[in-house]
């Protein structure tokens, strides 16, 4: 591994100009030297690409794209214009430490199976506190997960870096020569959970991913979706279900079929119609269907 590898940082852009601008603002302070920055914009509105480039930031580029791909097709648009060793793949709403980049790059110089690095993440507005120190694992039967130190303060608890069970989408390292060899985000899902199902065939192909301590990144969380936006509530149950047709055993999948049947659909139903939320229920049940059909198969 050569002493400084050319490191490809992408980041998408929708609709969120100031924000991209305050993320390439923080990226001014890296110490790293040998970097590119690849902002690919999704159909915004407005081209952004003359406001990005009157500002002057260091090795960026615009790539304008005028349909919106989600984030795995934007992030695979990104990487095949990519010319780093190294993809850091970041949310366009956060703020870089100066050091970051080298230490992310630290993991793969010691082990040459670690196919992902992703650093500790805290929430920007309240930067003491944990948003994601590794994932729990997946579990196989009701296809959820939990962030490790979610929402605790950090006081040190999570400071020992180790491997982990599920890359983050938020800010996450990968290796080109894996990422060849793996292929890159699964299309099919457009939006959330595409994380999970790259991470799962990561680990099936040999490698490890990689939860470095010592690295941080502040995220100012949801900003471009919304906690309770009837899209991610489309998205979250559609994926989900379409993560354990790709990823469960048969037994694993009928066992999840009951648990989603019996379990998450009433309680999901009577939530929204208690909170009168009926956009929700009805993205809710759009999601659902979709996987009726729609075909597992994704050819990225």
Same mark, same amino acid.
């Given at each position: ?16 100009? @100031?924000? +991209? ?36 930031? &260091? ?14 097709? #934007? ?6 214009? @990519?010319? #780093? ?16 980049? $080298? ?13 992902? !690095? ?10 003491? !506190? ?9 579990? &196989?039967?009701?296809?959820? +997960?939990?962030?490790? #130190?979610?929402?605790? $303060? ?5 400071? !020992? ?7 983050? #989408? ?6 080109? $020569?894996?990422? $060849? ?51 991610? !509530? ?67």
């Amino acid at each position: 591994m050569q002493k400084e590898p050319l490191v490809s940082i992408i980041t998408l852009n929708y609709n969120t100009l @100031a924000v +991209t601008c305050e993320f390439l603002e923080s990226t001014r302070h890296l110490t790293y030297s040998n970097y590119e920055i690849l902002v690919c914009d999704m159909g915004s509105k407005e081209d952004p690409t003359e406001v990005i480039i009157s500002k002057n930031y &260091p090795n960026t580029r615009v790539l304008a794209n005028k349909q919106n791909l989600g984030f795995a097709g #934007g992030n695979n648009w990104g990487m095949s214009y @990519a010319k #780093g060793d190294f993809i850091f793949i970041v949310n366009n709403d956060t703020e870089l430490p100066p050091n970051l980049l $080298e230490l992310l790059l630290e993991p793969f110089r010691k082990d040459a199976t670690i196919g992902f !690095v992703c650093p500790k993440i805290k929430f920007y507005f309240a930067p003491n !506190v944990i948003q994601y120190a590794g994932f729990n694992p997946m579990n &196989p039967y009701t296809g959820r +997960t939990t962030e490790v #130190g979610n929402k605790e $303060e950090d006081r040190g608890q999570y400071d !020992v870096s180790g491997y982990t069970n599920g890359a983050h #989408g938020c800010a996450m390292m990968v290796k080109r $020569e894996v990422a $060849e060899k793996v292929g890159k985000f699964p299309e099919k899902f457009f939006l959330y959970y595409e994380e999970w199902d790259w991470s799962a065939r990561i680990l099936k192909a040999g490698y490890k991913i990689w939860y470095n301590a010592e690295a941080v990144v502040y995220h100012k969380e949801s900003m471009s979706v919304g906690k309770q936006n009837p899209m991610k !509530v489309y998205y979250h149950t559609r994926n989900r279900i379409l993560y354990m047709r790709r990823n469960a055993n048969k037994f694993q999948l009928l066992s999840f079929y009951m648990f989603f049947m019996f379990l998450t659909v009433p309680k999901s139903l009577l939530g929204y119609i208690k909170n009168r939320q009926f956009e929700h229920l009805k993205f809710f049940l759009k999601g659902i269907a979709w996987n009726f059909y729609s075909s597992s198969y994704s050819p990225i």
